[in-house]
């Protein structure tokens, strides 16, 4: 079986076909014709004055694959917009180590929940469905293309999925965290089993933010803690998916390459700053990969280099994980991201 041919400059190639879409250069070929076919599901519902009704997109899968780009091409080709599905990447700050594009990148393309959080602030599935939908929703509306970027698992399918998420009580949360300090996780383990021990089974012992959030999740609720991560949900949207990914090992040595370039482009400073903002008492901000490994060696846990190497090994462990989730979705029709061909092929998935 003959493979498809792999593009030696894929960036180069997303803005050639950028600028064919932005009509410095007839589109021609597949993708004028993805356009047109794409246009030709675009309906009203049947009354004057109705919105456009278009179809959702998702670019997913794992790190270092080139989502993003296909995601900015997608949205020019599509008159639509990226809501952005990357749970780090909602930090305002944190651009080195998230390989969050700047505005010079985007192409003009509007990007939607970038820069909405301080690193201080934790991360919430439940916050982000809502104001996710609500972009979503009000693309939708306007006729555009909502395109969802990002290899944010739970993210994407908390958007995509009718899943419910039990809410927080910040003030129940600090006197939890501040038993959990005082006492360890043992202890408030213990309390779990007493009330859940179906969950308490479920949850390592050791997992003092996780026991912090059943006992949270029980006392809000009423209800046993689902220990378990959603698995499904009906369609919210009629929507595509399409997942980027390469070969292990080629995806290996991006990830390896795109780490060189993140110290070299400052990650170690862009720490400092964010360190003095707070970032090591964040409890999402402060795990993300590549700050969680530079925060330990300005705390004195190893040297930079060996941040470096960490950062490198975790982060192939997450595509790991990420291939993982995303893999097990029958709904994701998948792509090669080294082919040639990647926009000509999304496009044509996303108007058949």
């Known amino acids: 079986m ?15 076909a950028l600028r ?19 246009a030709g599901r675009r309906s009203h519902r049947g009354r004057p004055g109705a919105a456009a009704v278009t179809r959702l997109v998702a670019v997913v899968g794992p790190t270092a694959t080139g ?16 809501v952005n599905a990357d749970a780090m990447q909602l930090y305002r700050g944190m651009d080195i180590g998230t390989a969050k594009l700047g ?27 809502r104001d996710a939908r609500a972009v979503v929703e009000r693309l939708l509306t ?25 809410g927080t009580d910040p003030a ?15 202890a408030l383990h213990a309390r779990l089993a007493a009330v859940d021990p179906a969950a308490a089974e479920a949850v390592l012992p050791s997992n003092g933010r996780r026991i912090v959030r059943a006992l949270e999740v029980i006392a809000l609720t009423g209800r046993p ?38 110290f070299a482009a400052g990650l170690v400073d862009e720490t400092r700053v964010l360190q003095a903002r707070g970032l090591a008492e964040g409890r999402t901000a402060s795990r993300a990969l590549g700050y969680q490994q ?15 190497a960490e950062t490198v090994r975790a982060t192939r462990r997450f595509v790991r994980r990420q291939r993982s989730w995303f893999r097990r979705d029958p709904r994701i029709r998948w792509l090669d991201a080294g082919c040639g061909e990647l926009i000509a092929d999304a496009l044509r998935h996303v108007g058949s």
């Open 103 to 129: 505005p010079a990148e985007r192409a003009g393309v509007p990007h939607h929940l970038l820069d909405v959080l301080d690193v201080t602030e934790a991360a919430s599935v439940a916050a982000y469905q």
């Open 20 to 38: 064919a879409l932005d009509g410095r250069r007839a589109p021609r070929g597949a993708v004028a014709r993805s356009r047109a076919g794409v």
């Open 172 to 186: 129940l949360r600090a006197e939890l965290e501040a038993e959990l300090a005082e006492h360890g996780p043992a």
């Open 142 to 166: 306007a006729g555009r293309t909502p395109v969802l970027v990002g290899g944010s698992g739970l993210y994407v399918q908390a958007v995509l999925d009718e899943l419910e998420f039990p």
């Open 67 to 82: 989502k993003s780009d296909l995601g900015i091409a997608l949205a020019a080709a599509l008159h639509g917009e990226v």
């Open 294 to 308: 530079v925060l330990a060696a300005l705390d004195g846990d190893g040297d930079l280099g060996a941040a470096a």
């Open 225 to 262: 803690f689902p220990a378990r991560l959603p698995t499904g949900g009906a369609p919210r949207y009629d929507a595509v998916l399409l997942g980027v990914d390469r070969p292990t090992g080629e995806l290996d040595e991006r990830v390896a390459r795109r780490v060189a370039r993140m």
């Open 2 to 16: 003959r493979l498809p041919r792999r593009d030696p400059h894929p960036r180069r190639a997303l803005y050639a």
